[in-house]
């Protein structure tokens, strides 16, 4: 590679292209733009393959190929595409159409959706080179320290990556030097795509072909260690080791070198005595990263009555309409109507995207999954590495993988022949994409990808959002009801336990009361489980001064520090901040702290305090952040090797024990006050589905709820399991205060290091808008944390009537509201971000 190759890419071609391509590259770019086809790529470049392109000077991308085109732009002449990186599609046109509805319903670039879509090994890095320029004259006393350490490794190496550099630097931070570098003319910059992907490989123990004869192999085994030939092996580790090797190779075919030397023993170099003889031999190979399981079908159960009875009105609801909603009460088998659907789906021919709404959940359900489907099925979700992740992207495009489970990154996936999708626990907010964009609710985005397949899709919930409930009732989809638990069990008895009628000697809030402690005892002591729910992790989510009431807050953000006992330090939950513990008041200089409020953390102490013959667990994010970690703990709680399992809203969704005959949800005060028009919707939700865990086997289940407000309505809801008389009651407020289902909302948020400027840009967004929409703009106001990562917030609320033609010209207009907005010099580091449908 010499200094000049920088600039010399094949911008010319032999003959005059008469093709172009509309390439996608995953930048948000306000559209897609368009690269000339050379003439030797045309056979080549087709919509679906990925591009190597240079956007700007000689920036490269890899893109790719929406569309091809013959009509030139007129407005530029395109630059030429440099390589095509496929031989075949990466993905079909469902998918390219999925991503174009995507950014068009959810107000993002193409780009964006592309960056969440393809898995991190399937985009080419650019990864930048610094090339030593031959033409300086060496003379290195211009330059800094800084610059004169480079410099000299680059004149030593003509070439240095930018990870180099960082170690020449022992910084993270070298892009000014690189830039005074660049400017000096001391080097120039190289841009080298790298692809990712690695292909798994592992070393095979193979049986020398001098041996492959039964005679030949007899005659060693025989001789061993009998004659003096040098060839012939004497030591007895060895004789094991390849004893070992004919044991493996009979009982299983292929005998990998790790799992053959920990059978027999044996060491690496006593294996190499035996290669080095000629009687064995090793051969790399490539091998699946996704261990594979016999591809049969095995369905060992019936249905009950009433679950065969919904499996049918499901099968017929699919003959009318596309979605159906299965509301079906905690423990009613769901599972199995699922499985039921499953298997005649694949027996067609057809792919199943089965999705639930975090990682957590997949832990338990793809063990019953696979007992029934084997290797039809494989998970997909962000805790696999990279190359996992591409290699199962590979079997579903191919259709080698019949059934996906995954979170909601899995509705990307490339379905050959979609038949099915099943969303369990449609009602969950996880569903819904947060940061970054696209900030798409995977249920929705599901039933429109579906679409494009002719494809079913089962929504599945024991409390059904109230938007998917309404479109039930009002015919846009079936509506099947499972009211009564498997096997004739009872839905579980719920108390209200008044907490303000325990006093502690410090006054501060009760954890766990009398009553509740005498049930978990009275659990433990018939050798059942226990489940504590409490939404908020950490030991204690702040500190209170004594003296004067300061407490310590995130310095990036208006939030107060939860302690976490266990690490002894204090985080911020909207940034990550971590801070030593404060033992000095800021403002009085007191040192007498109070923690308010308790966390997962500080019950799962006080729990084994109280109960220290009992084994406890605790389960949120903090203790369960390894791949295999959610699985472990729920396998150790299935055995009941673990008899109080504390934990937060991880422990609340589908998850199905056996021997939990007690439930208890230790400050619903907390989940029933947040500012929030879907409050009870929530609250209802997450206490019915916590309860929703005891006695789901035998026996009645108990579930004890312990709150100050016991008059809230919600309560006698959840009491009663009175999903119709909560929908009832939430749906008649919504149509008072216009709010879905029978409005769509669209929350523009701003965001910018100044309040000031951040606010002026808001108010300057509603001018915009007012004329053809101040019907429907609430705000502009500071939501509650109005301050994030030292960006401070201001948000507008737009309330549009469910007119598609409306909501889309608001859409428009916004888009352009902030082009002119950011193309104001004050306000163009101001972040606006859109939120279609936000939860």
């Known amino acids: 590679m010499n200094s000049n190759q920088h600039i010399q890419f094949p911008e010319e071609v032999s003959s005059q292209p008469v093709l172009y391509a509309e390439v996608v590259i995953p930048l948000a770019l306000p559209k897609n733009y368009t690269w000339a086809v050379p003439a030797h790529y045309q056979q080549a470049v087709q919509p679906g393959v990925r591009v190597e392109v240079i956007l700007g000077k000689n920036k490269k991308y890899a893109g790719l190929v929406k569309r091809v085109f013959p009509e030139k732009p007129e407005a530029f002449d395109p630059k030429p595409i440099l390589n095509v990186l496929d031989d075949e599609p990466l993905l079909f046109p ?35 080179i610094l090339l030593w320029n031959d033409e300086h004259d060496e003379d290195f006393s211009d330059l800094d320290d800084e610059e004169f350490v480079v410099a000299e490794a680059l004149h030593i190496k003509k070439e240095l990556r930018l990870t180099e550099v960082q170690q020449v630097l022992d910084s993270s931070h070298v892009y000014p030097v690189i830039k005074r570098l660049i400017e000096k003319q001391v080097c120039h910059v190289w841009e080298e795509l790298k692809e990712k992907y690695k292909e798994k490989k592992e070393t095979y123990v193979l049986l020398h072909h001098s041996y492959r004869q039964e005679e030949a192999l007899a005659a060693l085994l025989n001789n061993w260690g009998t004659t003096k030939d040098a060839k012939t092996p004497k030591a007895p580790k060895q004789m094991e080791l390849l004893l070992a090797y004919l044991h493996l190779e009979r009982s299983q075919g292929e005998v990998p070198q790790p799992e053959l030397l920990k059978k027999s023993g044996a060491s690496a170099a006593q294996l190499k005595a035996l290669i080095d003889k000629g009687i064995l031999k090793t051969e790399r190979r490539a091998v699946d990263r996704i261990a594979a399981l016999p591809k049969d079908i095995q369905i060992d159960f019936t249905l009950s009555p009433a679950q065969q009875a919904a499996a049918d009105a499901v099968a017929a609801g699919f003959s009318e309409k596309q979605v159906c909603l299965l509301h079906g009460v905690t423990s009613s088998g769901k599972t199995q ?64 993988i019949k059934i996906v489970l995954g979170a909601r990154s899995a509705v990307f996936l490339p379905f050959r022949q979609l038949g099915l999708i099943i969303a369990d626990e449609e009602h969950d907010a996880s569903y819904k994409q947060q940061d970054p964009a696209p900030r798409y609710h995977a249920r929705d985005a599901a039933i429109y990808y579906a679409s494009l397949f002719q494809a079913k899709v089962l929504l599945g919930s024991a409390t059904p959002s109230i938007e998917s409930y309404y479109n039930a009732q009002q015919g846009k989809y ?260 216009a709010y879905p289902p029978f409005t769509r909302i669209i929350q523009l948020t701003f965001k910018h290091k100044e309040t000031l400027i951040a606010e002026e840009a808001a108010i300057q967004m509603v001018n915009g808008l007012k004329a053809s929409f101040g019907a429907f703009i609430n705000g502009p106001a500071e939501p509650v944390v109005n301050r994030v990562r030292n960006q401070y917030l201001w948000e507008i609320l737009l309330k549009l009537p469910k007119n598609n033609q409306l909501i889309q010209q608001c859409k428009q207009q916004i888009a352009q509201q902030i082009v002119i907005i950011q193309s104001n010099k004050r306000y163009r580091s101001v972040g606006i971000v859109p939120d279609i449908d936000p939860v």
């Open 94 to 128: 469902q998918q390219l159409e999925f991503w174009q509805w995507m950014a068009n319903y959810y107000m993002c670039s193409e780009g964006e959706v592309m960056q969440a879509a393809i898995p991190a090994n399937l985009k080419l890095s650019s990864e930048t």
């Open 478 to 737: 079936t509506l099947v009801e499972l009211n009564e638990r498997y096997g004739n069990a009872e839905m579980p008895q719920i108390e209200i336990v008044d907490v303000k009628r325990v006093v502690t000697q410090d006054r501060s809030k009760v954890i766990v009361t009398p009553d509740l402690q005498a049930a978990i005892q009275a659990s433990l002591d018939e050798k059942k489980q226990v489940i504590l729910f409490q939404n908020r992790r950490g030991y204690s989510p702040y500190l209170l001064c004594n003296v004067c009431g300061w407490i310590p807050q995130c310095e990036h953000c208006d939030v107060t520090l939860t302690y976490h006992k266990a690490k002894n330090k204090m985080a911020c939950h909207y940034c990550g901040t971590t801070y030593p513990v404060v033992h000095t008041c800021a403002a009085c200089g007191s040192h007498q702290f109070h923690q308010k409020n308790f966390g997962t953390e500080k019950i799962e102490e006080m729990v084994a305090e109280a109960f220290p013959e009992a084994r406890t667990a605790r389960m949120d994010y903090d203790s369960v952040k390894g791949k295999h970690d959610h699985d472990n703990l729920i396998k150790l709680f299935e055995q009941q090797k673990i008899d109080i399992l504390v934990g937060t809203q991880m422990v609340v969704k589908g998850l199905d024990f056996e021997h939990v005959n007690l439930v208890g949800i230790l400050d619903a005060d907390g989940i029933l006050n947040f500012a929030d028009f879907r409050v009870n919707e929530r609250a209802y939700q997450l206490m019915e589905q916590v309860s929703g865990r005891a006695g789901r086997r035998s026996g009645l289940g108990r579930v004890m709820i312990q709150v100050s407000n016991t008059h809230h309505p919600v309560l006698q809801f959840v009491q009663q399991h009175n999903y119709r008389q909560l929908f009832q009651a939430e749906i008649a407020n919504r149509q008072m205060f």
């Open 337 to 400: 109507v699922y499985i039921k659907l499953m298997e005649a789906c694949i027996q067609q021919g057809q792919q199943v995207l089965f999705m639930l709404p975090e990682i957590a959940l997949t832990a338990q359900i793809i063990r019953r999954l696979q007992k029934h489907f084997g290797g039809h099925i494989a998970i997909y979700h962000s805790r696999f590495n990279p190359n996992e992740r591409v290699e199962i992207w590979s079997k579903v495009k191919s259709g080698e």
